[in-house]
């Protein structure tokens, strides 16, 4: 006589529609670049002159991107609204599509709010956080053992 462990099958088979789900409606070949809440990853890069802010949100326009700066918090926002209207000798059909998401960054002290500067280029947001001048001078001070 042999052993069986005993298996779960209800959980393969959700996780299986949940394929077959995506790879019918073509979320499958489609990119990931947003958490699952539907808000964009985000690359943060550092330079001795700056910070770099880098989202993927492709299919925007440059007018539906908002960007803010309020008390030290940087805000990036994006709002877009489509209407796809199809319609046929024996059908008519109407599609409405709406995204949104926010995003905030507390900005550090050393960050010159007012040099702020962003680029949007084939769905890559890139927004340019240059450091002040005075805290990038290299400042040298000897310090005494008391």
Do not use: C, W
Request: positive net charge.
């Amino acid at each position: 006589m042999n052993t069986i462990k005993y298996r779960n099958l209800v959980a393969p088979s959700i996780a299986a529609k949940a394929i077959f789900d995506d790879a019918f409606s073509g979320n499958l070949l489609k990119e990931n670049t947003s958490k699952p809440n539907g808000v964009p990853l985000v690359n943060i890069k550092e330079s001795n002159e700056r910070f770099t802010v880098d989202l993927a949100i492709p299919g925007l326009n440059k007018s539906d991107i908002k960007l803010e700066v309020i008390e030290n918090r940087l805000t990036i926002s994006a709002e877009h609204k489509a209407e796809l209207n199809q319609e046929n000798e024996k059908f008519t059909r109407r599609e409405f599509s709406y995204s949104a998401f926010s995003r905030s960054f507390s900005l550090p002290e050393i960050v010159d709010a007012e040099a702020i500067s962003a680029t949007y280029e084939q769905g890559i947001l890139s927004v340019v956080l240059p450091k002040r001048q005075q805290v990038l001078k290299n400042k040298t001070r000897q310090i005494q053992v008391v």
